[in-house]
């Protein structure tokens, strides 16, 4: 059996490269031939260039441009060594393919696989892809091949209008279909017939051992302090003022990943690569986050945490500590009272117990999809 997968695996950005990690060990144990199709578009890949001119069209007028033209020139040493770290992640635990550059290179080449799996991330949001990319959708594979998506995200309240007769032509191709978010599955159901799972982000299928392990790739040499990991993807004054109170009640100093300090009594670890991550959240006593995969990791690694909602993209974690039986540490405001609510100790048993029933579900449509049964 051989297995390919199309992912977004190469954006130097913890959750895409984690999740792709996830699913290709995943599979790994269903297969000894699973390949990740090294698809690197230069749309995705430029945007964590070193040197790239494409970034600067998203900065409104020339001093702006300038501004932020000197700051990377200053951030050059940084980003070089973290831009390496990610390289050297996805060369050393991905079991990638040649290097294919666009959706016509990858037609020309005629892979043979029994099966590609395409997912998970916002594979399918076309704001993410600059539109209709076809590889995404597996469109060049030949008919010998199945196809599945596996939590997949389209990332949008609804489809792109224009691309409506693209989808309905190619996810109609697919043997089986799965999306990582609830709220998607009427959203594609408007172009299928076809029934349509929902699956949990692959990082949730490796155990906290295989996390772990993982981990220890980490050079970062932490001392014995006790700290709380912060992972903030956007900026909210009610964050802010939430991370301090915790980090003075629980007298414990904060570590994070940002390029700038937010916080009172801040470390940060601007620099860090997928590794760095990974024991940051491991080795800390609490984890506050408005990420995703900040929050997935934070259950993972079994620890008290407080999640405060993305503005834009919260659902997903509210969805996900409202399954797991933990909706009453997710916050969006600081108050004593939400304060007080957080600073009790999460039982795992019983959240582990109920991701248990996700997980084997989860799994459960990977080996049927395997085996080519219609799920």
Avoid at 119 to 132: A, L, M, P, R, V
Avoid at 221 to 242: A, H, M, R, S
Avoid at 354 to 366: D, M, Q, W
Wanted: glycine letters at 4%; a positive charge.
């Amino acid at each position: 059996m051989k297995i390919g997968i199309v992912s977004i695996h190469s954006a130097h950005n913890y959750g895409s490269v984690l999740q792709a990690y996830a699913l290709q060990e995943s599979l790994k144990k269903y297969s000894d031939e699973v390949d990740m199709i090294n698809y690197r578009p230069n749309y995705l890949d430029c945007q964590y260039s070193i040197f790239s001119i494409k970034v600067y069209k998203r900065y409104k007028g020339i001093i702006n441009k300038i501004l932020h033209f000197v700051w990377r020139l200053i951030m050059i040493p940084g980003r070089l060594k973290k831009y390496n770290k990610f390289e050297k992640f996805i060369k050393n635990n991905m079991n990638t393919t040649k290097k294919y550059l666009n959706y016509d290179e990858l037609c020309k080449e005629k892979l043979n696989y029994d099966i590609v799996f395409v997912g998970s991330d916002q594979i399918w949001n076309t704001d993410i892809t600059e539109g209709f990319d076809k590889t995404f959708y597996l469109g060049f594979l030949d008919d010998k091949s199945r196809r599945a998506s596996y939590a997949a995200s389209i990332g949008r309240k609804k489809l792109d209008e224009k691309y409506i007769e693209l989808y309905k032509e190619y996810i109609n191709k697919f043997d089986n279909i799965s999306l990582r978010e609830k709220s998607s599955v009427p959203i594609l159901q408007g172009v299928t017939d076809k029934k349509i799972n929902v699956t949990l982000d692959p990082t949730l299928l490796l155990s906290k051992k295989e996390w772990t392990l993982l981990s220890n790739g980490s050079k970062l040499k932490l001392n014995d302090e006790k700290y709380i990991f912060v992972y903030i993807l956007q900026d909210n004054k009610e964050f802010v003022k939430i991370v301090n109170a915790i980090s003075e009640i629980l007298n414990l100093k904060v570590y994070s990943m940002s390029k700038k300090k937010r916080f009172k009594n801040e470390k940060i670890f601007p620099n860090a690569g997928p590794e760095d991550f990974l024991k940051l959240c491991n080795n800390s006593q609490f984890v506050i986050t408005n990420s995703f995969h900040g929050t997935v990791f934070s259950l993972i690694f079994e620890k008290n945490n407080c999640i405060v909602p993305h503005l834009n993209t919260g659902g997903r974690m509210i969805d996900l500590m409202d399954d797991v039986g933990l909706s009453d540490r997710v916050i969006s405001e600081y108050t004593e009272l939400n304060i007080n609510k957080i600073l009790t100790n999460i039982d795992y048993y019983k959240v582990n117990k109920k991701l248990e029933k996700y997980i084997n579900e989860s799994l459960s449509y990977i080996k049927g999809a395997i085996i080519n049964e219609k799920k």
